[in-house]
């Protein structure tokens, strides 16, 4: 970890605002092998932030799509083999394109095919980042966890410690979500402490965060650690406007996408309570 620990991440080039406009200026493909669950949220919080999504899973066009991508997110959370394999193919497409791969592991460590699906994926695809909850990550990177279906509901390590560890075992930048985010590439690690309790009273949030994570990849390409930082602020912060004027979990999801659209390059900076952990 780094010895400036609390300090003000800004010296790290963590600057939402920026990326911001860029995904809003070059609108990059975002290609999504997601669940069943969450293909229309995921698809309207990519559009919401200014990316375009696509939607494409088909073995017979998968590589061709995610070699023109701008980045490439692969989520399990409704997986079969069959997905799996198409995962595969286009993360090595991916990889041969110089596209970002972000990896969300739903649900491992809740069954031996997720959590040898996700392993399968991290040994066979070269991920850049894994966004994932504490359990998730820790089953993957050996450390124990306790999930019950698709939620954590806890681990033996710190999320600060965590990430460390998920990033050095794994060899990718890996961030952990939960009341207070942790992203680390295994040198340096960043806490976003942006955020609502109300991102976890409707279904997708996570998969959501993954998506806006797929989407600042694509314009810091040779900066994992940025992106997924900058993606877990920009969502913070979209969360804690929706649920300002939210009266429960209906309202609060249809004020998210909202949020997202609404968010300003002009003070999204200064809104962000990112620190080196």
């Not at 990316?51 to 991508?69: G, Q, S, W």
């Not at 295994?186 to 806490?191: D, I, K, M, N, V």
């Not at 991102?199 to 314009?219: D, H, K, P, R, W």
């Not at 979209?238 to 209906?250: L, M, Q």
Request: one cysteine or more; hydrophobic letters at 50%; charged letters at 15%.
């Amino acid at each position: 970890m780094s010895a400036d620990a609390g300090a003000p991440a800004d010296h790290l080039q963590i600057a939402t605002s920026d990326s911001l406009r860029r995904i809003r200026d070059s609108r990059p493909l975002v290609h999504q092998i997601t669940n069943f669950v969450v293909m229309n949220e995921t698809a309207n919080a990519t559009l919401a932030i200014g990316a375009l999504p696509v939607m494409a899973h088909a073995p017979e066009e998968v590589a061709e799509m995610a070699a023109v991508a701008g980045a490439l997110v692969l989520n399990i959370g409704t997986l079969t083999r069959e997905w799996v394999d198409s995962m595969i193919v286009a993360g090595r497409a991916a990889e041969r394109a110089g596209v970002p791969v972000v990896l969300d592991p739903v649900g491992a460590g809740a069954t031996r095919l997720r959590t040898e699906s996700a392993k399968r994926i991290l040994d066979e695809v070269a991920v850049t980042i894994v966004r994932g909850n504490a359990a998730e990550v820790a089953t993957l990177a050996g450390r124990s966890a306790d999930i019950r279906g698709v939620e954590s509901i806890g681990t033996g390590d710190g999320i600060a410690d965590l990430a460390v560890a998920a990033a050095r075992t794994l060899g990718c930048t890996a961030a952990v979500t939960g009341p207070v985010d942790a992203v680390s590439d295994g040198t340096t690690t960043l806490l976003v402490a942006n955020g609502s309790p109300m991102l976890a009273t409707v279904t997708g949030t996570g998969c959501i965060a993954s998506a806006i994570t797929g989407c600042f990849a694509a314009v810091n390409r040779a900066q994992p650690l940025r992106a997924a930082t900058e993606a877990l602020v920009a969502l913070g912060v979209a969360g804690e406007d929706a649920a300002g004027c939210s009266s429960g979990p209906g309202s609060f999801h249809v004020a998210l996408y909202d949020a997202l659209a609404a968010l300003s390059p002009n003070s999204i900076d200064a809104r962000a309570r990112v620190t080196v952990g």
